[in-house]
């Protein structure tokens, strides 16, 4: 195979030269081209590096260097602070009075100008509606499981828990909001304890509460595998960031559709913990922000054998 003669050799210089040192001149030529590219995009990465600041990143102001130059405060536009004339008012719709629990009648007993007896009623009140939660008092139930010997044969038998009933010490609503503190509202486990104790009156320890989390997983697991399954029919948006759980390096995995989102755990970030997330046939639209897991070889090759192929699209959008 000929070599191809580089742009900046002459081509009367290049038919005089050996064959032998057209090659070794080619290849060198290849070789730097391939290495200039690859010095130019990391001088390109690293420029980008170095024109962060407060302004344009995540970077927090203490870390900008005197050489950048704040935007001045902008003017006050002059107008007082809250609501301006003409915006739509936003009340409180008041409940329906068929779903108050109590109504309370508030009626003048005499005319506040000359002091007369006032009777009659209004046929329009003034409605005025106080919400208000019912003094929080824990249910204590105790089962007591009484062991019986039998006349006959002399073995004792113990009675057993009702049906439903699981030989912890909590019931599932206490479960239930103990879990939604911790997860849906990202409470710390000592705050939890703390709310516990002063909100709903319960004595619970730290330990009580891993063991409640637990208990939780394992009631709605049958959902979120449903759901799991769910969203490999669906256009998924994914996204995927490092997590740590247990003091071990792990991948938090975001599969987000339009009624649902699923978070997993997986011990890394490749192809192989995509497809085991997406399936196998997955064919719908996948969102992402391009990274290596999404474009990864194996990936393209099951492209060239599935009937529906992934279509990927390009999002610089994250979830994390």
Not at 157 to 182: D, F, H, Q
């Given at each position: 195979?000929?070599?191809?003669?580089?742009?900046?050799?002459?081509?009367?210089?290049?038919?005089?030269?050996?064959e032998?040192?057209?090659?070794?001149?080619?290849g060198?030529?290849?070789?730097?081209?391939?290495?200039?590219?690859?010095?130019?995009?990391?001088?390109?990465?690293?420029?980008?590096?170095?024109?962060?600041?407060?302004?344009?990143?995540?970077?927090?102001?203490?870390?900008?260097?005197?050489?950048?130059?704040?935007?001045p405060?902008?003017?006050g536009?002059?107008?007082k602070?809250?609501?301006q004339?003409?915006?739509?008012?936003?009340?409180?719709?008041l409940?329906?009075?068929?779903?108050v629990?109590?109504?309370?009648?508030?009626?003048?007993?005499?005319?506040?100008?000359?002091?007369?007896?006032?009777?009659g009623s209004?046929?329009?009140?003034?409605?005025q509606?106080v919400?208000?939660?019912?003094?929080?008092?824990?249910q204590?139930?105790?089962?007591q499981l009484?062991?019986?010997?039998?006349?006959?044969?002399?073995?004792?038998?113990?009675?057993?828990?009702p049906?439903?009933?699981?030989?912890?010490?909590?019931?599932?609503?206490?479960?239930s909001?103990?879990a939604?503190?911790?997860g849906?509202?990202?409470?710390?486990?000592?705050?939890?304890v703390?709310?516990?104790?002063?909100?709903?009156?319960?004595e619970?320890s730290?330990?009580?509460?891993?063991?409640?989390?637990?208990?939780?997983?394992?009631?709605?697991?049958?959902?979120?595998e449903?759901?799991?399954?769910?969203v490999?029919s669906?256009?998924l948006?994914?996204?995927?960031?490092?997590?740590?759980?247990?003091?071990k390096?792990?991948?938090?995995?975001?599969?987000?559709?339009?009624q649902?989102?699923?978070?997993?755990?997986?011990?890394?970030?490749?192809?192989?913990v995509?497809?085991?997330?997406?399936?196998k046939?997955?064919?719908?639209?996948?969102?992402?922000?391009?990274?290596?897991?999404?474009d990864s070889?194996?990936?393209?090759r099951?492209?060239?054998?599935?009937?529906?192929?992934?279509?990927?699209?390009?999002?610089?959008?994250?979830?994390?």
């Amino acid at each position: 195979m000929t070599p191809k003669r580089p742009v900046l050799v002459p081509e009367e210089v290049w038919e005089q030269a050996p064959e032998a040192m057209q090659v070794v001149v080619s290849g060198l030529v290849t070789y730097y081209e391939q290495r200039i590219t690859q010095l130019e995009a990391e001088v390109r990465e690293l420029t980008t590096r170095l024109n962060q600041n407060s302004q344009n990143s995540s970077k927090p102001p203490s870390s900008d260097g005197p050489h950048v130059k704040r935007k001045p405060p902008q003017p006050g536009s002059g107008r007082k602070a809250g609501g301006q004339p003409g915006h739509a008012p936003h009340k409180r719709v008041l409940v329906p009075i068929e779903k108050v629990d109590t109504v309370i009648t508030c009626k003048p007993d005499q005319c506040r100008r000359c002091g007369g007896s006032l009777t009659g009623s209004d046929p329009e009140p003034l409605r005025q509606q106080v919400v208000e939660l019912p003094p929080v008092q824990p249910q204590l139930t105790e089962y007591q499981l009484h062991r019986l010997r039998c006349a006959a044969c002399g073995i004792t038998t113990c009675g057993e828990l009702p049906s439903g009933v699981l030989p912890t010490c909590y019931g599932p609503r206490l479960a239930s909001i103990v879990a939604l503190c911790t997860g849906g509202y990202r409470m710390s486990k000592r705050m939890v304890v703390s709310f516990c104790r002063d909100v709903l009156g319960i004595e619970l320890s730290v330990g009580e509460i891993c063991q409640i989390e637990q208990t939780v997983i394992k009631a709605v697991a049958p959902a979120v595998e449903e759901a799991a399954v769910y969203v490999q029919s669906c256009d998924l948006n994914i996204d995927e960031t490092t997590w740590k759980e247990r003091w071990k390096r792990r991948t938090l995995w975001a599969l987000v559709t339009t009624q649902l989102s699923v978070f997993t755990m997986a011990t890394g970030r490749g192809a192989a913990v995509l497809q085991r997330l997406v399936g196998k046939w997955y064919s719908g639209t996948i969102t992402s922000d391009r990274a290596k897991a999404y474009d990864s070889q194996p990936l393209r090759r099951r492209q060239l054998c599935w009937a529906h192929p992934i279509r990927t699209q390009s999002s610089d959008c994250g979830l994390t």
